[in-house]
């Protein structure tokens, strides 16, 4: 999904690798990238690809690398390392080495160096290394990207923006589909697919990494910000409801924050007896799962009854639940027609489609 989205926004040679998408693009694409991407992470820049067998080598490669024109030595950095199947003992001394390498090479050339800070970074290098061979790379985005810039209050156990995106993607709906979620929690599915519909660019409301490395263009990105989207404004039916009084309020200031609360209608209401708004229509929910909400034995209870609750109020409706609890199945006694694997953070997760037909599709 990342690849063709990235391809649609101008790439080249978009393809799966492990872990994300590598891509081929001018400065435009990048920027286009960062701006319009709903499921990418970070958009990383590759600036060193290198051999290694020891710490020194990787400082070595660091170093020749030609930071002082990237970006500016009043630039505060902070590196990354992640590794797989890499010989080195500590990363975290790989992760020195790096810094001291960046930071001796803007000595060398400058007579001063960048300061290191690990919380509010204005620059960050990213380092892969794997089993013979690393990567270095500048982020172009900054903070991740799932950070849109419209959430006011994060919720009790949030969905990342781009999580939610990928969810309500993968579970094919359609602008002039009715759409429900009834745990809405602080609405970040509702966010992102009202987002969506109406072609709102998911970073127009943030600022980028990018902004601050030495070859940005302000007018390009001018040009790229202003451009219209791809897809034309529809004009969603969305509907969100929760039990909780506090989640709708949530849910509201969320919305409002990111300019969509026109396009859902909330109301208060249990999803074991709310009725559906529409004859037919797409329901995502993200139920409790017992990580953060929920014990096991009040899910065991509460499954069985939210699977008779979809067969008695949602026949003609494709409900849509993403959970990390890969009991629900069995215990919501209802057959999926799709189960896709996903990852909330490091938590193995799974997207079950149903097809809710009345008097049927009982496992």
Avoid at 96 to 115: M, N, Y
Avoid at 260 to 275: F, H, I, P, S, T
Wanted: with cysteine.
């Amino acid at each position: 999904m990342l690849a063709a989205e990235i391809a649609a926004l101008g790439a080249t040679g978009a393809r799966e690798v492990p872990g994300g998408v590598a891509f081929a693009g001018s400065r435009k694409v990048c920027y286009a990238v960062n701006l319009w991407s709903r499921l990418a992470s970070r958009v990383l820049w590759r600036v060193a690809e290198f051999a290694y067998k020891t710490e020194e080598d990787v400082y070595k490669a660091a170093k020749a690398v030609d930071w002082p024109a990237m970006f500016p030595v009043g630039n505060r950095l902070r590196v990354n390392v992640s590794a797989q199947k890499s010989p080195l003992k500590s990363l975290d001394f790989a992760t020195l080495r790096i810094k001291d390498a960046v930071c001796d090479r803007f000595r060398d050339v400058l007579g001063k160096r960048p300061d290191v800070d690990r919380a509010s970074p204005d620059t960050r290098v990213h380092a892969f290394l794997e089993a013979d061979r690393g990567a270095l790379y500048l982020d172009t985005s900054g903070e991740p990207l799932f950070k849109r810039g419209w959430r006011s209050e994060p919720g009790e156990a949030p969905l990342r923006e781009n999580l939610a995106a990928g969810i309500v993607m993968l579970s094919g709906w359609k602008p002039d589909e009715p759409l429900l979620d009834p745990m809405c929690g602080g609405g970040t599915l509702l966010v992102e697919a009202a987002a969506m519909a109406r072609g709102r660019a998911p970073g127009a409301r943030r600022r980028f990494g990018f902004e601050k490395l030495s070859n940005f263009d302000a007018a390009l990105w001018e040009r790229v910000r202003k451009a219209p989207g791809a897809t034309e404004p529809r004009n969603p039916v969305l509907y969100g409801s929760d039990s909780d009084e506090r989640a709708i309020a949530m849910t509201r200031r969320n919305l409002a924050e990111a300019g969509v609360e026109r396009w859902v209608k909330l109301e208060r209401a249990d999803v074991l007896a709310r009725a559906a708004p529409a004859p037919a229509g797409v329901l995502i929910a993200n139920p409790p799962y017992g990580e953060r909400i929920g014990s096991r034995e009040e899910l065991e209870a509460f499954y069985p009854k939210l699977g008779d609750a979809l067969k008695r109020n949602f026949a003609g409706w494709r409900a849509h639940l993403f959970t990390a609890d890969l009991r629900l199945p069995k215990l919501i006694r209802l057959q999926p027609s799709r189960r896709v694997p996903l990852y909330n953070g490091a938590l193995e997760c799974r997207l079950y489609e149903f097809r809710i037909v009345a008097g049927s599709n009982r496992s």
